[in-house]
């Protein structure tokens, strides 16, 4: 059981939570630009509190001078009907928002482990950070979040062992003249056993390869350097590099949950398609435990039955589904034209936690309780959030905020937290 033990507090620098797409492209590639095609739009409701843990007693709103906030009577971990993990996605070392560095690193460590019981490291247990060069892992930064995590009765969701993008392979990969499959068992061999070791039962699942799906190549399989150099066996198979990095990573730890992780596969019909693909190949195997689905979505898009869908072909595989990266944006400035920024007021906030109670239902409602492997949202406070960045440098929008997570820039507690204890605690979506 996690325990609330408070709290480490550190001074010092700062850098940035990125999602699994990091500061330099990637992580989420933009849903269709239209949204018509949802059947979850959510609709507007006036009684905000009705269907609250606890009813009105664990929620008030805020004056319209400052955020609109709640003030939870629960703990979000502790609302869920079966023990799976309640995630949150931290900066740590000297990125901006460290939970360690920042200047309120103290206040965050105070809302984390209150309402969440397992972590992720937003880059830190990314490639280029545990192994920069061949012969080189550097764990100090890891070792600080994951020591801070067992500290607090918390565990960790490794991520990621093997991941595409540029700024994330080190350098020694990308032209390496050995033998590139011993390399990369090696590199996931050291990674898990180090944590294995030092922190027995805390790191309990890895995304051991994020984002291997590209349907814009021939084979829909990511011409990364993890490919060109281990591709697939023969045609129709999956690359090698999958097989490779999942066989190492059960070699080296047999009791933990192994995923594999990616975006857009949910609705996208095609992406669903090659990640159920890569699940059933490893499945066979014997070297996979779950699906991740990263859930990066808005208010309208996906539907919930796009969600219902997906979730439950991995549950007929047997497999576990994780919600590894969730956030919900109000609007969708996918578009060509972006809409206008709203305005964040009581309603729109009701609509949002209406959307995250839905999201997690659905979860519940598919996914039986043996296979959930977690619901992990992807940052803590709305000013942190890389979708500002994302949005930005994907459709020129000049956004203040859009608003996809739990907590306020001031750390305080949005409705959509109420949504999701909601969801849980089966008091529904209203």
């Given at each position: ?12 620098v700062v ?5 699994c797409g990091?500061?330099?492209g990637?992580?989420d590639?933009?849903p269709?630009?239209s ?8 609709s ?9 843990v606890?009813s009105?007693?664990s ?21 869920t009907?079966?023990d799976f ?15 360690f ?6 206040a965050?460590?105070?809302v984390?482990?209150?309402h ?19 012969d ?17 009765g918390?565990?960790?969701?490794g991520?990621?062992?093997?991941w ?9 990969m990308?032209?390496?003249d050995?033998?590139f ?12 056993q ?13 995304d051991?390869?994020n984002?291997?799906v590209d349907q814009?190549?021939?084979d829909?399989f ?7 150099e281990l ?26 949950d192994l ?9 996208n ?6 990640t159920?693909?890569i699940a059933?190949?490893?499945?066979e195997e014997?070297?996979i ?6 859930m990066?979505i ?6 919930l039955?796009?969600?219902e869908?997906?979730?439950?072909q991995?549950?007929?595989?047997g ?9 919900v944006?109000?609007v969708n400035p ?7 920024q ?20 659905v979860?519940l409602d598919?996914v039986p309780?043996?296979?959930?492997g ?6 803590l406070?709305?000013d ?5 960045n994302?949005?930005?440098?994907s ?10 997570l739990l907590?306020?820039?001031?750390l ?6 109420q949504?999701v ?9 209203n």
């Open positions: 059981m996690k325990t609330n033990l408070h709290h480490i507090t550190l001074l010092g850098a940035a939570l990125t999602a990091g500061g330099s990637g992580g590639t933009p269709p630009a949204s018509s095609s949802s059947s979850s739009v959510v507007s409701s006036s009684s905000s509190s009705s269907s609250s606890e009105s007693s929620s008030s709103s805020v004056s319209s001078e400052g955020p609109i906030a709640i003030e939870p009577d629960f703990d979000l971990y502790a609302t009907p079966t993990p309640v995630g949150v996605a931290v900066s740590a070392a000297n990125e901006n928002y460290s939970i560095n920042h200047s309120d690193a103290s965050r460590q105070d984390i482990t209150r969440f019981s397992q972590l992720t490291a937003g880059n830190i247990m990314k490639m280029s950070y545990l192994h920069p060069q061949e080189t892992f550097t764990f100090g930064d890891a070792d600080q979040l994951v020591g801070f995590a067992e500290t607090n918390m565990t960790v969701h991520h990621a062992l093997v595409h993008s540029s700024y994330q392979v080190p350098g020694f990308n032209n390496y050995g033998d499959a011993a390399m990369l068992t090696d590199h996931v061999t050291n990674v898990v180090h944590f294995e070791t030092e922190y027995p039962g805390v790191v309990t699942s890895w051991v390869v984002e291997a814009g190549a021939g829909g990511r011409r990364s350097v993890f490919y060109n591709p697939p066996a023969t045609d129709g198979d999956i690359p090698e590099y999958l097989k490779v990095a999942f066989q190492a990573a059960r070699d080296a730890a047999p009791d933990v995923y594999y992780n990616d975006y857009d596969n949910t609705a019909e095609t992406r669903l398609n090659k159920l693909q059933e190949a490893l499945n014997g070297t435990d779950g699906v991740g689905f990263q990066h808005y208010m309208g898009y996906p539907s039955s796009h969600f869908n997906a979730f439950q991995v549950v007929d595989m497999l576990k589904v994780k919600l590894t990266e969730i956030d944006s109000v996918y578009g060509s034209n972006p809409p206008a709203p305005e964040y007021d009581e309603q729109l906030a009701n609509d949002q936690k209406q959307r995250f109670c839905q999201v997690a239902e979860y598919t309780a043996e296979q959930r977690g619901f992990t949202v992807w940052g406070t709305d942190e959030s890389w979708l500002m994302q949005f930005a440098n459709t020129g929008a000049d956004y203040d905020d859009v608003w996809p907590f306020n820039a001031d305080s507690a949005k409705p959509a937290l949504g204890a909601d969801a849980f605690t089966g008091q529904g979506c």
